[in-house]
């Protein structure tokens, strides 16, 4: 890894997340794109910020505990009087969860006119619905638009229906957000959502994509350049449920890049050899949080071939 403490930014909500443990009985776990997104790059050994808005109530305060001893830094997130969000968590049969989102009158609904950025500014990461509409999304799009002079950018719609907009809406806000990213995910799920019988990837190019890359749960991740494209299959686990799994990617191929200098305004970078390393990487840490209740992505150790 390259021995400087450039950060990377995460922008994105931080909320908890009501699952059932082993026993089925419920529990609190923090929860939110954003936060499983930082939270895996901090446990793979990375520098990395989280602007998020943070309730003051006891749950927002148990978050910030959570991140601050995995080594979040938070000095860049708000503070807010109004309750932590939370989202009630059914995982499926499949092990696909479904999502009862309790956010309304939450810590959502502050939002800055933009986010701070850290000065060091290595790579800067938006997702989910926090980084798409709303007030939340509008400064995240102001951010995004910012960090382009100075360093590399990516986007995850992570796409969640009963809070986004109408569909025709909601691509267009996910255009706009494309249009200043160079590295997009999505997941095969994300794409039916958007692209309504449409070739969204070649849309996504000419928006000035240079990699995207599209997970598809069990059968693995591709990514697209140019007019190439690279698959590789995710390993065989014993799949508890699928919650984070997608942050969890997206973090572990955030370090996998930085670890051949690939992130950066001016080193954005990338050949067909290192990235079919990159999705390796990226997939097991993935299938390493499936075999687990939760968010809950692997330490550095534990991807050690």
């Given at each position: 890894m390259p021995s400087g403490r450039s950060r990377i930014a995460i922008i994105g909500e931080a909320l908890v997340d009501d699952v059932p443990d082993a026993a089925g009985q419920r529990k609190d776990v923090?929860?939110?794109?954003?936060?499983?997104?930082?939270?895996?790059?901090?446990r793979l050994g990375l520098p990395v910020a989280l602007c998020a808005s943070l309730s003051s109530d006891q749950s927002g305060r148990n978050l910030s505990s959570f991140l601050a001893r995995e080594g979040v830094d938070l000095s860049f997130a708000q503070i807010s009087k109004k309750p932590c969000p939370r989202v009630i968590v059914t995982p499926g049969?499949?092990?696909?969860?479904?999502?009862?989102l309790r956010l309304a009158g939450s810590a959502l609904d502050d939002a800055p006119d933009t986010w701070s950025l850290p000065g060091d500014l290595l790579h800067l990461h938006a997702t989910s619905f926090a980084a798409t509409a709303g007030a939340q999304g509008q400064a995240a799009l102001c951010a995004m638009q910012q960090a382009r002079n100075r360093a590399s950018t990516s986007f995850d719609p992570n796409i969640r229906k009963a809070i986004l907009p109408d569909m025709?809406?909601?691509?267009?806000?996910?255009?706009?957000?494309?249009?200043?990213?160079?590295?997009?995910k999505a997941s095969a799920e994300d794409l039916d959502l958007i692209g309504a019988g449409t070739d969204l990837l070649a849309q996504w190019r000419n928006m000035g994509a240079k990699l995207i890359v599209v997970t598809q749960g069990a059968l693995g991740?591709?990514?697209f350049f140019g007019a190439q494209e690279i698959h590789v299959p995710s390993p065989a686990v014993a799949t508890r449920d699928t919650v984070g799994a997608g942050d969890t990617f997206m973090g572990a191929?955030?370090?996998?890049m930085q670890a051949d200098g690939a992130l950066g305004r001016s080193t954005f970078t990338f050949a067909p050899e290192n990235i079919a390393r990159w999705l390796e990487f990226a997939t097991r840490a993935a299938s390493i949080n499936c075999t687990r209740i939760g968010a809950d992505p692997?330490?550095?150790a534990e991807l050690d071939p």
């Open positions: 923090p929860g939110g794109s954003g936060l499983n997104t930082a939270l895996a790059v901090a049969a499949d092990g696909s969860p479904t999502y009862d025709a809406q909601t691509r267009a806000l996910v255009a706009q957000r494309i249009a200043c990213a160079d590295l997009v991740a591709t990514a191929m955030l370090m996998a692997p330490r550095l």
